[in-house]
């Protein structure tokens, strides 16, 4: 019994750091309807701040947390005024693209200015244990829940007492009502991002010091802890969020009690699903609303886009496929051989976040189901590669589609929290499901690409086999926008509701465009694996997810030629000045963020 | 042909449809009218699927179809305009009127269980002469259906939808309409935002297709329109209906002149009819 005790006072504990997390998601929620992707970004700034100051300047803990406090809120207004302030009468998409750039920007910056390497973070506090009933608690588990109490309680009477507490709430409320009451509504975001930075900081550091470590993986963690909280509680809820947060801490707390340590953001992101689901909005909302009054077409910026003339794309096509036979080095077809496997993602994407309009932030996931899939076929059950590699889309279709098909029914910024945790979940379960995939040895050995008893191993072979496969993938993508399925998902991106007023289910095209998107990504996926010949869990990650996102963003949401596009000049422009990996990144959140400032269509349109 | 019964919705405190009965028979234009706020646009909502009542029923063609979905609605004919205009901002206006006619697509909808989103799937990627020849046809139709707007769309058809004025906006949504061949058209403020000349043609409009038959249900503020138009006429107010009849009886109806006045919101009827 006692260690149940001990459980439930450490998810308690848990609990109220993702509460100083998702109090500040639901502000920003309440105030501007936008999920801040970027809110972990400053929960690993505030750890590192926090590192500076205790391990460096030697401050006393007091001190540390008005600094970290400080710090961290002088970073959420940078965001707000030079980030989001600038896209206020922006399409609805561009906030959330620039969140997500922005927190890839904070966390490179962070690993380039203190390298990757875990760091300790000690906690300055005696290291005692008191005993409390059957389990013990010690004093940075007490400062945890304090600072946590007495934040909840600040804000509180911040809301309910000052004035600009009032107009938080006001403009949370009614946004336009608040404004033409006299309410400075960029003043009441400052303050939000403000708050919501200072407490992300402050969460932060205290979790590094609870863990005494920090690293830079921590940022997407909390975003996600955060907004699983933060959704659980109902999204905009103060609350709620207090209490999605506790109840998130205990769920995690209970999961590692009986399964184990490795299961503890399974069950995090299995519970976001289960209520994503079952209360897409939230646990404690009221009951069903009045659906929201969408304005035409707002969702993604409108374009006419670029028309390139059939000739010149087989111009193009076929440069690129006569290429090898003039002496170009290796390096140069590899590069190429990359952006081909980017393309097919890419294309994947640009369907599904461009076409019908649901933005995926896990869509590695998919090329994880088709790299597996593929080369379990070809290892254990000896398929011939080429066959393996369909069988690896097949699959990555199939299962890609049922894993999202929950999340058919949300909308916007809900889609991609959703498609965010489902891509945590299958890179969980290719760790833990041992017997299968081989948990975190991965797979070795996989056999190279092969063709009807051909092995493809020349750069050159294998340069045409992949251009090929994505010529092919591409035409067949372009012929499906010219069907009635094109206009259909279209429809369905541009407004839902007059969709579905005219007889369009969304179950069965957004299955639809899934299972397109899934076949092309679990063949990128599938290709991989082979041209790698090792994979593991960590092989397809939300890097690559964010990569092919900017990739469809530059080339144009939903365009195929695009995409292509994008994924040559991304892949490639990098290598051609030499840029050192860990720039690179950095380089791509950049490219998000002035792309959906100044050009939120793409270089070739929207289609 | 339509019948509501005690049909009810509340938000909250507040009850947006409170009890309405209504019957529509086929080939008649019953227009509802009301102040702001009245309900009206909610109480198309829950005709159209897009909302469920918390009480009543709805009855189209002698089936319940109560709480049914909106995609099923469409299938069985029901097709309605948005107040605020809800086009689809990036598809061309030629697409913007075929998706009117999803519901009619044959060749490309197999109607199997289960392997038929696989087989449109299919049928889209492939198209056999089956499939471009519907694709053909409907195009045509289209075409047909935006000629009657005179050279106010035609023009455009090749457009995308947000470059069109609030006015052209409005006409493709009465297109779209059209295109799903409905048995119940309900339009929603069709000339909202229209000058009088503008007006005029989508009242021409309006009268030329219930002369063809169509069954519809109207909501409007310009009076004389459907004082024109109307067989019957439906006044709400705060969620009730407080008059119906023809339209010069619902006109003098002390309970009416109330309840534009009452509520101070656009001044008299006449007024809101000349607004």
């Known amino acids: 019994m006692s260690s149940w005790l001990d459980y439930t006072i450490n998810g308690l504990i848990v609990g109220n750091v993702y509460a100083l997390v998702a109090v500040g998601l639901a502000l920003i929620f309440g105030v501007s309807r936008l999920i801040n992707f970027a809110q972990g970004s400053i929960y690993l700034v505030g750890a590192y701040i926090g590192w500076v100051a205790v391990v460096q300047l030697h401050t006393p803990l007091p001190l540390t947390i008005i600094v970290v406090a400080a710090a961290a809120a002088l970073v959420g207004l940078i965001i707000e005024r030079f980030g989001l302030r600038p896209l206020q009468n922006s399409v609805r998409i561009a906030p959330l693209l620039a969140t997500i750039g922005i927190s890839f920007v904070l966390d490179q910056l962070v690993m380039l200015t203190f390298s990757p390497n875990p760091r300790a973070l000690p906690s300055q506090l005696p290291d005692v244990r008191f005993q409390v009933g059957g389990g013990t608690i010690g004093p940075l588990d007490l400062l945890i829940a304090g600072v946590g109490i007495t934040s909840a309680l600040l804000l509180f009477v911040f809301l309910r007492y000052s004035k600009l507490g009032w107009a938080v709430r006001a403009a949370s409320q009614d946004r336009d009502a608040a404004m033409q009451m006299g309410v400075d509504v960029n003043r009441v975001n400052q303050a939000v991002f403000g708050i919501a930075a200072a407490l992300g900081g402050v969460s932060g550091m205290l979790v590094g010091m609870y863990y005494n470590q920090i690293d830079t993986a921590m940022s997407l963690q909390a975003t996600l802890k955060g907004v699983v909280a933060e959704v659980v509680g109902g999204a905009g809820n103060v609350p709620g969020a207090v209490v999605g947060s506790l109840l998130l801490g205990l769920v995690e707390s209970y999961g590692v009690a009986v399964f184990g340590t490795s299961y503890r953001n399974l069950f995090a992101f299995l519970l976001l699903v289960v209520v994503l689901v079952l209360r897409p909005n939230g646990l404690f909302a009221s009951a069903r609303q009045a659906p929201p009054e969408p304005l035409t077409g707002t969702f993604i910026a409108p374009s006419r886009p670029v028309r390139i003339p059939r000739w010149a794309l087989a111009v193009a096509a076929a440069i690129f496929a006569i290429l090898p036979l003039f002496p170009v080095s290796f390096y140069v077809l590899q590069t190429l051989i990359n952006a081909w496997l980017l393309g097919m993602l890419a294309l994947s994407l640009t369907l599904v976040a461009g076409t019908i309009g649901q933005v995926s932030l896990g869509h590695a996931a998919l090329l994880a189901i088709g790299a597996y899939t593929s080369a379990l076929l070809s290892l254990t059950f000896a398929v011939p590669v080429g066959l393996a590699i369909i069988g690896g889309g097949l699959m990555s279709a199939a299962l890609g589609t049922t894993l999202i098909s929950p999340s058919f029914r949300l909308r916007g910024h809900y889609v991609s929290i959703a498609t965010l945790a489902i891509g945590e979940i299958v890179s969980l379960v290719i760790l833990n499901w041992e017997s299968v995939t081989r948990g975190p040895i991965g797979i070795s050995g996989i056999p190279p690409l092969s063709l009807f008893g051909y092995d493809l191993i020349s750069p050159t072979s294998i340069y045409w086999f992949s251009l090929s496969v994505m010529v092919v993938l591409a035409l067949l993508q372009g012929r499906l926008l010219t069907s009635h399925l094109g206009r259909s998902f279209r429809a369905i991106r541009d407004d839902d509701i007059a969709a579905r007023a005219y007889g369009l289910s969304l179950n069965r095209y957004k299955s639809l465009a899934f299972i397109f998107g899934g076949f092309a990504a679990g063949i990128s996926g599938g290709i991989a694996a082979h041209l790698y010949s090792y994979i593991n869990h960590e092989t397809f990650n939300t890097q690559q997810s964010i990569l092919a996102l900017t990739v469809v963003i530059l080339g144009g949401l939903g365009n195929v030629v695009g995409a292509i596009l994008g994924s040559v000049a991304l892949v490639g422009l990098p290598e051609m000045f030499r840029i050192a990996a860990e720039y690179r990144i950095l380089i791509y959140g950049i490219v998000l963020l002035l792309l959906v400032r100044f050009r939120p269509q793409g270089l070739l349109g929207t289609i | ?275």
């Open chain 2, 1 to 275: 042909m339509l019948s509501l019964r005690g049909l009810t919705r509340r938000f909250g405190g507040l009850t947006a449809v409170d009890a309405i009965n209504l019957d529509l028979a086929k080939g008649e234009l019953v227009s509802i009218i009301g102040p702001n706020g009245a309900g009206k646009t909610t109480l198309f909502n829950l005709v159209t699927g897009l909302d469920r009542p918390d009480a009543g029923a709805v009855q189209f063609e002698g089936q319940g179809i109560t709480g049914l979905s909106p995609e099923r609605l469409a299938a069985e004919g029901i097709a309605r305009t948005f107040q605020l205009g809800r086009v689809f901002g990036n598809l061309s206006v030629m697409d913007n009127v075929l998706i009117g006619a999803h519901t009619r697509l044959r060749a490309v909808k197999p109607a199997f269980p289960v392997i038929g989103p696989l087989l449109e799937l299919g049928l889209a990627l492939l198209r056999p002469a089956s499939v471009k020849a519907e694709e053909e046809r409907l195009r045509e139709e289209v075409k047909a259906i935006l000629a009657r707007f005179g050279e106010r769309l035609l023009p455009r058809v090749d457009q995308p939808a947000y470059s069109l004025s609030y006015a052209n906006r409005r006409r493709v949504e009465i297109a779209r309409a059209l295109a799903l061949k409905p048995r119940l058209l309900l339009l929603d403020e069709p000339t909202a935002g229209m000058n009088p000349t503008e007006t005029a043609e989508m009242q021409a409009l309006v009268a030329e297709l219930k002369a063809e038959g169509l069954t519809i249900l109207l909501i409007e503020h310009k009076l004389e329109m459907v004082m024109r138009l109307s067989d019957r006429v439906i006044v709400m107010d705060e969620g009730k209906k407080i008059a119906e009849g023809l339209g010069e009886q619902v006109r003098s109806d002390p309970k009416v002149i109330e309840a534009y006045l009452g509520h101070g919101l656009s001044g008299t009827a006449e007024q809101e009819s000349a607004a």
